[in-house]
């Protein structure tokens, strides 16, 4: 069955704390994501990834960075953390036809 | 830019049909997604449609596509309380499998 999982499920952090996420992916997937959702908003796309150490901004990638250093983990890094950051993140991978994406759980980050 | 737009809130008696609604801005998306979260829980593909298809029925499921107009619909029959959740439309037309999502419509069902 494929599985996509996050490093947590809640997370509470201080304004200002370097924040990590991380996102493994068992199904030998090109193509990894990171969404932010909030209440009618939907999903806004962060940054993606199409392999290993190659990057792309999405719609709001200001205040993040990502990292693919191995073709299974995507990382989301938030260098300095601020309240508007308070937010629920989506991990997702697929790997072509017909795009299907397979999310994660998420992690709620709540942020001080 | 793309944009995928959605009412968001739905509310049903339990046994009823519901009709989640959704139009899209971008001609050239090749397939266009409904996706269903409940609550706590990431996204899971509830269904697809081709572009070039206008209708696909699934179970309890049938999802209509108007290309003229741009517009999606989903069609849930006989609703039960376990389809509360919150339903997102997406259309993917970019590269990389990026697909576009709408701001969910919440389904609540009722008895």
């Known amino acids: 069955d494929v599985k996509v999982t996050q490093s947590s499920r809640y997370l509470v952090k201080r304004t200002g704390e370097k924040v990590f996420l991380e996102c493994v992916q068992d199904?030998?997937?090109?193509?990894m994501f990171w969404y932010r959702q909030d209440p009618g908003l939907g999903l806004r796309l962060i940054y993606f990834s199409y392999d290993v150490k190659m990057k792309e901004k999405g719609d709001i990638p200001e205040g993040y960075s990502v990292s693919r250093e191995k073709k299974e983990r995507f990382s989301l890094i938030l260098e300095s953390a601020s309240t508007n950051q308070t937010s629920m993140y989506l991990c997702a991978s697929s790997s072509g036809h017909p795009n299907e994406q397979f999310f994660g759980p998420g992690t709620r980050l709540t942020v001080l | 830019g793309e944009d995928v737009e959605q009412s968001l809130f739905l509310s049903v008696r339990e046994g009823d049909s519901s009709v989640i609604n959704c139009t899209y801005t971008?001609?050239?998306?090749?397939?266009l997604y409904w996706y269903k979260q409940e609550p706590g829980a990431g996204l899971q593909l509830l269904t697809y449609i081709f572009s070039n298809m206008d209708m696909k029925q699934d179970q309890r499921l049938t999802v209509l596509l108007n290309k003229k107009d741009k517009h999606l619909s989903l069609r849930i029959a006989d609703t039960q309380t376990g389809d509360s959740a919150i339903y997102f439309c997406?259309?993917?037309?970019?590269?990389?499998?990026?697909?576009?999502f709408g701001a969910g419509t919440r389904l609540a069902v009722h008895p």
């Open positions: 997406a259309e993917g037309s970019g590269g990389y499998n990026k697909l576009i």
């Open positions: 199904m030998d997937h090109e193509n």
């Open positions: 971008d001609s050239s998306s090749t397939y």
